[in-house]
T-cell receptor, first 118, second 111 residues
Framework: GAVVSQHPSWVICKSGTSVKIECRSL??????MFWYRQFPKQSLMLMAT?????????EQGVEKDKFLINHASLTLSTLTVTSAHPEDSSFYIC??????????????FGPGTRLTVL | GQQVMQIPQYQHVQEGEDFTTYCNSS?????IQWYKQRPGGHPVFLIQ?????EVKKQKRLTFQFGEAKKNSSLHITATQTTDVGTYFC???????????FGKGTKLSVKP
């Protein structure tokens, strides 16, 4: 079945550095991908919708200059956390819908990336 | 690796019928969350269960967390066409761990 991968699965970085997280759809094309953040013991929070060939759509309260999203191709979206700080430490997940005949879609989640900023 | 299994994959019901989706983990979960994704949308958080044997209700939706904290269910009573969508469970293996999603159950409701 369809798979969505994320890389890296975990990363530890120093405060002030930038970290790039990749989300790939492995056997289908995804014109849209979603990026979420999950704080400990809390639910997923949608950060932004990544759109291939156009700008990402950010949810209210999410800094677009802080969390740069680039949907470079139909199978790849990247999230770059710029000038990371300890409060950015979190679990980041992407998901991608695969559209089916008839107009419905299936949603596939990546395995997530655990970011720890020291 | 650790997995959260969700069944059934698809469920077609007549409006007014009940619907249940089940999640099972081979490992004890810290908590379990349920999400609903409407066609064309993104998954939206519904509820979180934390305690062993916990039961929570949201109108026609009843969520249960098993005594062993390895399984959970979502039951919808008297489905309506507005219930159409995909329901995902997501388990947290430990308090600081990562969410692991089930593959979802796609519900269609025939008027």
């Amino acid at each position: 079945g369809a798979v969505v991968s994320q890389h890296p699965s975990w990363v530890i970085c120093k405060s002030g550095t930038s970290v790039k997280i990749e989300c790939r759809s492995l056997d289908f094309q995804a014109t849209t991908m979603f990026w979420y953040r999950q704080f400990p013991k809390q639910s997923l929070m949608l950060m932004a919708t990544s759109n291939e060939g156009s700008k990402a759509t950010y949810e209210q309260g999410v800094e677009k200059d802080k969390f740069l999203i680039n949907h470079a191709s139909l199978t790849l979206s990247t999230l770059t956390v710029t000038s990371a700080h300890p409060e950015d430490s979190s679990f980041y997940i992407c998901s991608a819908p695969r559209w089916l005949a008839g107009g419905s879609d299936e949603q596939f989640f990546g395995p997530g990336t655990r970011l720890t900023v020291l | 690796g650790q997995q959260v299994m969700q069944i059934p994959q698809y469920q077609h019901v007549q409006e007014g019928e009940d619907f249940t989706t089940y999640c099972n983990s081979s490992t004890t979960l810290s908590n379990i969350q349920w999400y609903k994704q409407r066609p064309g949308g993104h998954p939206v958080f519904l509820i979180q269960l934390v305690k062993s044997g916990e039961v929570k209700k949201q109108k026609r939706l009843t969520f249960q967390f098993g005594e062993a904290k390895k399984n959970s269910s979502l039951h919808i009573t008297a489905t309506q066409t507005t219930d159409v969508g995909t329901y995902f469970c997501a388990g947290l293996l430990r308090s600081q761990g990562n969410l692991i999603f089930g593959k979802g159950t796609k519900l269609s409701v025939k008027p």
